[in-house]
Nanobody
Framework: QVQLVESGGGLVQAGGSLRLSCAAS????????MGWFRQAPGKEREFVAA????????YYTDSVKGRFTISRDNAKNTVYLQMNSLKPEDTAIYYC????????????????WGQGTQVTVSS
């Protein structure tokens, strides 16, 4: 059973930046696509970004395109989410997850969630 541990969340002013990390246990990290999702208070969890096992393909939800960048380091079993130009509407708990391919992650077909990390953007 893979374990995913997110970190890097915090409180930041609008326009600021944060870098989230998700560390995975086990030796199969590089076999899977990875993704980031978020859940704001009172809302359903939504897809944010996905990356293929090789890092060669990335996908983003429209609201974060040009501001967020997903990347991965297979040698460190870690996936990252660099978030720039943050807005109050980015406030949410951010979760990482893995899936068989980046496209399936985009569609929400994932196996294994981390515990999440809180991101709060003040106006």
């Amino acid at each position: 059973q893979v374990q995913l541990v997110e970190s890097g969340g915090g409180l930041v002013q609008a326009g600021g930046s944060l870098r989230l990390s998700c560390a995975a246990s086990g030796r199969t990290f590089s076999y899977y696509a990875m993704g980031w999702f978020r859940q704001a208070p009172g809302k359903e969890r939504e897809f944010v970004a996905a990356i293929s096992w090789s890092g060669g393909s990335t996908y983003y939800t429209d609201s974060v395109k040009g501001r967020f960048t997903i990347s991965r380091d297979n040698a460190k079993n870690t996936v990252y989410l660099q978030m720039n130009s943050l807005k109050p509407e980015d406030t949410a708990i951010y979760y990482c997850a893995r899936g068989p391919s980046a496209r399936t992650v985009v569609g929400g077909t994932v196996s294994g969630w981390g515990q999440g990390t809180q991101v709060t953007v003040s106006s």
